[in-house]
């Protein structure tokens, strides 16, 4: 049974870093494609950056390029998302998704869309004052 389990949020000051843990568990596969979203109050959940585990290329969404990080490590499956220079518009529950859908993460207008990811954690909030 495939789990993802988020942590790391809080509560930041903006100029401010945090960084985003997924613990991932029951993948029948070792290689797919792994994505951080985000979902403010009233607004849909979008995608910010998404991994493949195999070859660790990754794509963002333009509001976070240079500013956060995505990375694996494989050997505790575990996903991160070194978020630095955090501004009150990144405020927002966090989620991490997978997917083994072949070649999803080629595209990042695939890799970074919600609705092709069939795996979900249960979010982490992260909230940034100005």
């Known amino acids: 049974q495939v789990q993802l389990v988020e942590s790391g949020g809080g509560s930041v000051q903006a100029g401010g870093s945090l960084r985003l843990s997924c613990a991932a568990s029951?993948?029948?596969?070792?290689?797919?494609?792994l994505g951080w979203f985000r979902q403010a109050p009233g607004k849909e959940r979008e995608g910010v950056a998404s991994?493949?585990?195999?070859?660790?290329?990754?794509h963002y969404d333009d509001s976070v390029k240079g500013r956060f990080t995505i990375s694996q490590d494989n050997a505790k499956n575990t996903l991160y998302l070194q978020m630095n220079s955090l501004k009150p518009e990144d405020t927002a529950m966090y989620y991490c998704?997978?997917?083994?859908?072949?070649?999803?993460?080629?595209?990042?207008?695939?890799?970074?869309?919600?609705?092709?990811?069939?795996?979900w954690g249960q979010g982490t909030q992260v909230t940034v004052s100005s």
């Open positions: 029951g993948f029948p596969y070792s290689r797919y494609c």
């Open positions: 998704a997978a997917d083994f859908k072949i070649n999803l993460c080629d595209d990042a207008s695939y890799a970074l869309k919600e609705a092709e990811y069939d795996y």
């Open positions: 991994i493949y585990t195999r070859s660790g290329s990754t």
